[in-house]
């Protein structure tokens, strides 16, 4: 158990180095330099919360296994794919954008005092990034670190893709322990040590976060990108040439690699059930979590309390524990799954998500709105259809793009539940991959990227 545990956080430890070590830099870029590409390499910060992990994992499956796109350009049958780095690999370039964001944009408020008076003080830029920079943004690269260690600890669907034999993560040995060898007793031991750890690493998340907010006072807001440098260029170009090769190719593979099966897949009556199935669950699990978290944020803000840590912790609750324990023990508890019980476990999971975004546009409301809106709307109920729901219309639709996606690409809670019957999209893709029919699987992974995509894409337009 020991051995799977340590494993685990191996995986995980490894893989955000990989996406600080490309995040952080493409961060320094994007917020310091001007080039051609800066918009679209910020754009990406959404592609973690919106993309599929079973999209991820096909993706590298079809671009670098052995019969995959990789090998066919260079007449090899090289790959790394079904090994430890295959699985690190995976998850570190997946989660670079979201670190890159949260630095870009944490980048762009620095003070500058302390910067000017070191290079005052004869420091060069090297030194002055090395002790000033980096401590400023060491609250920062935690609060953008931790979550990406969250999420590759729990890693499910890469791991079971691409994992080599003989090899598990905690998410994969609970799963094979509750449902594969009805191991219970070892199944419940390895669930309460993983939610032990990531509660701990949450409340660790929590007091960072606070402790990293940076005071606006001497912020120089003014754009300060410069071009870029010599030696930067050559920098630049070689993480492009990274992020092309473990990014968008990937991504690129899956449509390449499905192309030939669509029409097959089009033609499946179990393709367009799953759909439909997927489309219901995920406009529904949206909805929810869309109207919880506006509501909760709405109840925050009206109670002045939100600097309150006890406030501001239960929402992230839920993200202490995996989608595997907790459909496991919804599954024992009602014991026959139904489409309602899955949309209410993705609505618990996945409305976090939504507060946070629907938080942050409600405390962008100004305090001169906040009383006005109490002078003259006739109660509670009326400032908030009037001013409140009005003022965070782009992030309640943000925040409902963003969890419909989610659920749209979640596998795990379907599988875990195993509904009479029922398949999800997503689900019906594991089964695909699973089956060893990866073209057709890929198909259907692309559909879920392009659906996930479209919908993300037209609500932040």
Same mark, same amino acid.
């Given at each position: 158990?020991?051995?799977?545990?340590?494993?685990?956080?191996?995986?995980?430890?490894?893989?955000?180095?990989?996406?600080?070590?490309?995040?952080?830099?493409?961060?320094?870029?994007?917020?310091?330099?001007?080039?051609?590409?800066?918009?679209?390499?910020?754009?990406?910060?959404?592609?973690?919360?919106?993309?599929?992990?079973?999209?991820?994992?096909?993706?590298?499956? =079809?671009?670098? $296994? %052995?019969?995959?796109?990789?090998?066919? @350009?260079? !007449?090899?049958?090289? +790959?790394? &794919?079904?090994?430890?780095?295959?699985?690190?690999?995976?998850?570190?370039?997946?989660?670079?954008?979201?670190?890159?964001?949260?630095?870009?944009?944490?980048?762009?408020?620095?003070?500058?005092?302390?910067?000017?008076?070191?290079?005052?003080?004869?420091?060069?830029?090297?030194?002055?990034?090395?002790?000033?920079?980096?401590?400023?943004?060491?609250?920062?690269?935690?609060?953008?670190?931790?979550?990406?260690?969250?999420?590759?600890?729990?890693?499910?669907?890469?791991?079971?893709?691409? =994992?080599?034999? $003989? %090899?598990?993560?905690?998410?994969?040995? @609970?799963? !094979?322990?509750?449902? +594969?060898? &009805?191991?219970?007793?070892?199944?419940?031991?390895?669930?309460?040590?993983?939610?032990?750890?990531?509660?701990?690493?949450?409340?660790?998340?929590?007091?960072?976060?606070?402790?990293?907010?940076?005071?606006?006072?001497?912020?120089?807001?003014?754009?300060?990108?410069?071009?870029?440098?010599?030696?930067?260029?050559?920098?630049?170009?070689?993480?492009?040439?990274?992020?092309?090769?473990?990014?968008?190719?990937?991504?690129?593979?899956?449509?390449?690699?499905?192309?030939?099966?669509?029409?097959?897949?089009?033609?499946?009556?179990?393709?367009?059930?799953?759909?439909?199935?997927?489309?219901?669950?995920?406009?529904?699990?949206?909805?929810?979590?869309?109207?919880?978290?506006?509501?909760?944020?709405?109840?925050?803000?009206?109670?002045?309390?939100?600097?309150?840590?006890?406030?501001?912790?239960?929402?992230?609750?839920?993200?202490?524990?995996?989608?595997?324990?907790?459909?496991?023990?919804?599954?024992?508890?009602?014991?026959?799954?139904?489409?309602?019980?899955?949309?209410?476990?993705?609505?618990?999971?996945?409305?976090?998500?939504?507060?946070?975004?629907?938080?942050?546009?409600?405390?962008?409301?100004?305090?001169?709105?906040?009383?006005?809106?109490?002078?003259?709307?006739?109660?509670?109920?009326?400032?908030?259809?009037?001013?409140?729901?009005?003022?965070?219309?782009?992030?309640?639709?943000?925040?409902?793009?963003?969890?419909?996606?989610?659920?749209?690409?979640?596998?795990?809670?379907?599988?875990?539940?195993?509904?009479?019957?029922?398949?999800?999209?997503?689900?019906?893709?594991?089964?695909?991959?699973?089956?060893?029919?990866?073209?057709?699987?890929?198909?259907?992974?692309?559909?879920?990227?392009?659906?996930?995509?479209?919908?993300?894409?037209?609500?932040?337009?």
């Amino acid at each position: 158990m020991l051995g799977v545990y340590f494993f685990t956080l191996k995986v995980a430890a490894v893989s955000v180095a990989v996406a600080a070590a490309v995040g952080v830099p493409m961060a320094f870029f994007t917020s310091r330099r001007n080039f051609p590409l800066r918009r679209i390499i910020l754009s990406l910060s959404a592609v973690p919360l919106c993309m599929p992990t079973l999209v991820v994992a096909l993706g590298y499956v =079809s671009f670098f $296994g %052995v019969n995959g796109t990789f090998n066919k @350009i260079f !007449h090899t049958h090289f +790959t790394f &794919l079904y090994s430890f780095w295959g699985i690190v690999l995976a998850q570190g370039f997946y989660n670079f954008p979201f670190v890159t964001g949260v630095l870009c944009d944490a980048w762009g408020q620095l003070p500058q005092e302390q910067k000017f008076a070191a290079r005052m003080l004869g420091a060069g830029e090297w030194r002055v990034f090395l002790t000033v920079t980096l401590r400023q943004l060491s609250g920062a690269l935690a609060a953008a670190c931790m979550p990406v260690f969250l999420f590759c600890f729990f890693s499910f669907m890469i791991v079971m893709l691409l =994992s080599p034999p $003989g %090899v598990s993560t905690l998410e994969v040995e @609970i799963y !094979h322990s509750l449902s +594969t060898t &009805l191991n219970i007793a070892s199944g419940a031991k390895l669930a309460v040590l993983e939610t032990a750890t990531t509660m701990a690493i949450m409340f660790l998340y929590l007091f960072i976060t606070k402790k990293s907010q940076i005071s606006s006072a001497g912020i120089d807001f003014a754009a300060r990108r410069t071009k870029i440098r010599g030696f930067e260029l050559i920098v630049l170009l070689l993480l492009l040439a990274l992020v092309i090769l473990f990014f968008v190719a990937p991504f690129i593979s899956v449509f390449v690699s499905g192309a030939s099966k669509f029409g097959e897949v089009f033609s499946s009556a179990r393709f367009w059930k799953s759909a439909v199935n997927s489309l219901g669950i995920g406009f529904a699990t949206g909805f929810f979590c869309t109207v919880i978290a506006f509501a909760y944020s709405l109840a925050v803000k009206l109670s002045g309390r939100q600097g309150s840590a006890v406030l501001q912790t239960i929402p992230m609750l839920p993200m202490a524990v995996s989608s595997v324990v907790i459909s496991w023990c919804a599954a024992v508890l009602f014991h026959n799954a139904t489409v309602p019980l899955l949309i209410a476990l993705q609505t618990l999971m996945y409305w976090p998500l939504a507060y946070r975004q629907i938080q942050s546009g409600i405390n962008r409301i100004s305090q001169e709105s906040v009383s006005a809106a109490r002078l003259i709307s006739r109660g509670t109920l009326d400032s908030v259809l009037r001013v409140y729901a009005p003022s965070c219309l782009p992030v309640l639709f943000s925040a409902f793009a963003f969890t419909f996606a989610t659920s749209l690409g979640d596998a795990t809670m379907p599988l875990i539940l195993s509904i009479k019957n029922f398949d999800t999209l997503a689900l019906y893709t594991y089964k695909l991959a699973g089956s060893y029919r990866f073209a057709q699987a890929s198909a259907c992974g692309g559909l879920i990227a392009l659906i996930s995509v479209i919908v993300v894409g037209v609500v932040k337009k």
